[in-house]
């Protein structure tokens, strides 16, 4: 349940039939219950007495954090990949953006978001922080489905210039700009989705 809300399987906003779910993964109401609990309390589920339970709106104070978080995060990372990472590393990035290249002709949307956080993930990895990039983790469902809403032939585009911006920067070992590159890039993405919210009030809540 958490992937289909998470994948706009459930857009936000739209109620989920209990009954459904249970018909459709073979099971009783009560593990979907507890499933729908677990998942208000992420923020992915809105329960609403006497009316059921839908998938959450977008809170957009909640993704402007998550992105904080995100940003401050992974500019470091960057910056310590830029000193850091591996020759082996450095070659799974050049092969991810040769992928995400192919994806983006082929109008591949599931593909590319795949191998967008692939490529987040390298750097993460490839540092050995796990810690780090479990606080990264815990904010991406929310943004996830953000993400999933600003997709788009041209943001695809954009962000694959903005992965080689980052990209460009690793090899050359330039930590600044590595940093740089990476906080400008999601930054990018709360530009858009500022934009987005307003033609799309009905998606999102301000608080």
């Known amino acids: 349940m958490r992937s289909a809300i998470v994948a706009l399987d459930f857009a936000p906003g739209e109620f989920i039939d209990k009954g459904a779910v249970c ?5 009783s109401r009560f593990p979907v219950s507890e499933a729908l609990t677990r998942l208000a309390a992420e923020g992915l589920v809105e329960i609403l007495p006497q009316r059921g339970s839908r998938a959450a709106r977008i809170r957009l104070a909640e993704i402007r954090e998550s ?4 940003q401050a995060l992974e500019g ?21 953006l040769e992928a995400q290249q192919e994806a983006v002709l082929r109008g591949d949307r599931p593909g590319f978001h795949v191998l967008d956080l692939e490529f ?3 750097l993460v990895e490839g540092l050995k922080l796990p810690r780090v ?4 983790d815990a904010s991406r469902a929310n943004i996830d489905r953000v993400r999933r809403l600003l997709s788009s032939p041209r943001r695809h ?7 080689w911006e980052i990209f460009r920067a690793l090899e050359a070992h330039d930590a600044p700009a590595a940093r740089r590159a990476m906080e400008a890039h999601l930054e990018a ?3 858009e989705l500022g934009r987005f919210s307003v033609e799309h009030a009905e998606v999102f809540v301000e608080a």
Do not use: F
């Not at 992105?67 to 995100?70: A, E, G, K, Y």
């Open 23 to 27: 018909s459709a993964l073979r099971v």
């Open 133 to 136: 990039a479990a606080v990264i």
């Open 120 to 122: 987040h993930t390298i």
């Open 189 to 191: 993405v709360v530009e």
């Open 67 to 70: 992105m904080l978080i995100r």
């Open 157 to 163: 585009i954009v962000t694959l210039a903005e992965h």
């Open 76 to 96: 470091m990372v960057a910056e310590n990949a830029a000193r850091h990472l591996s020759c082996h590393d450095i070659e799974a990035l050049r092969g991810n």
